[in-house]
């Protein structure tokens, strides 16, 4: 057995242990039998385990009734040591210690029920994002795929993610078993998908309002979140617009026919030094003349903001 939980001693390893240990300590008046239930990773428990022995060992001969029952603590802890508890027991003690283990326990997918509810419902809502207008943005297919990568990990491979964000999803999910701080993620990034074309469509805005719902939030929900990212999205536009612009020669809100102008100038500038240059020229004028291409692309994908629109 194995929870989606870490070591709380090494936080490196899953919880797969969780084992009683008896004590017994010395001082004034004497100490009392004491008994815990410890939890961790098999070398950490161990560890935790022969760590208490030794101590009880140390000490507990000093207690009342006279180190009596030192020879009983040391021997149960012992046996703690050597035998191996069957996993009904193991639950048993997570359960006392409060772990939901139902909810923890990893299956054979890699994945913890809540683990796997949220990968779902990740996949759910992404896919849901990118086939909101019907169409599939190449830029929107690979935001939600890495969206799904950070949230998913790699429980699910990568051809098996592209190829269901691939499909639009054709059932409906249990969102709410997901936890609220983990829907409003997904929503919030179902908004990012929905305005990474610079513009929300009415079915977009649509699909948001019913996955806002999905989620146990109000459809005016998804629309805070698209004003608010709003501003961010028109930053990035210019940003990518001025910086296309200047690779191109002209300002950054240049007419279509400045732009247009100033484009074929310079590729007749490459092409006209292609043929008298040397081979190390002529690769450097290849790659400016793919900057150059690339630049004249961004700069029709990212049109001027219009600050009064808004």
């Not at 939980?5 to 004034?28: D, F």
């Not at 098999?42 to 507990?60: D, I």
């Not at 048993?92 to 326990?105: H, T």
Request: aromatic residues 4%.
């Amino acid at each position: 057995m194995q929870l989606a939980v870490s070591c709380p001693y090494c936080e490196a390893q899953p919880i797969s242990e969780a084992r009683e240990v008896w004590a017994l300590r010395s001082g004034r008046g004497g100490s009392p039998f004491g008994a815990r239930i410890l939890v961790g990773c098999r070398p950490c428990v161990l560890a935790q385990v022969r760590a208490s022995t030794a101590c009880t060992a140390r000490s507990g001969w000093w207690t009342v009734p006279w180190g009596l029952l030192t020879p009983i603590v040391i021997a149960h802890n012992l046996v703690t040591l050597a035998v191996k508890d069957p996993p009904a027991k193991v639950r048993e003690r997570l359960l006392q210690v409060g772990l939901a283990v139902d909810d923890l326990e990893v299956g054979d997918d890699g994945l913890s029920r809540a683990q796997r509810r949220l990968a779902d419902g990740a996949v759910f809502v992404l896919a849901s994002s990118v086939h909101a207008d019907g169409v599939v943005d190449p830029r929107e297919l690979a935001y939600a795929i890495r969206i799904a990568r950070e949230v998913v990990g790699d429980a699910i491979s990568l051809a098996d993610l592209e190829a269901r964000l691939a499909e639009p999803p054709d059932t409906t999910n249990d969102l709410q078993a997901v936890d609220p701080e983990g829907r409003y993620v997904l929503l919030r990034a179902a908004c990012e998908i929905a305005m990474i074309d610079g513009e929300v469509s009415d079915d977009e805005r649509v699909a948001l309002h019913v996955l806002a719902r999905h989620l146990g939030s109000a459809p005016m929900v998804a629309d805070l979140l698209l004003e608010q990212l709003a501003p961010s999205q028109a930053v990035t536009r210019e940003k990518r617009r001025a910086e296309a612009a200047a690779v191109i020669g002209v300002a950054p809100h240049a007419s279509e026919a400045q732009a247009r102008s100033a484009y074929e100038r310079a590729l007749l500038r490459i092409h006209g030094a292609v043929e008298t240059a040397d081979d190390a020229t002529q690769e450097t004028l290849a790659t400016e003349l793919t900057a150059l291409q690339q630049a004249w692309k961004v700069w029709h994908d990212a049109p001027a903001f219009d600050a009064d629109a808004t």
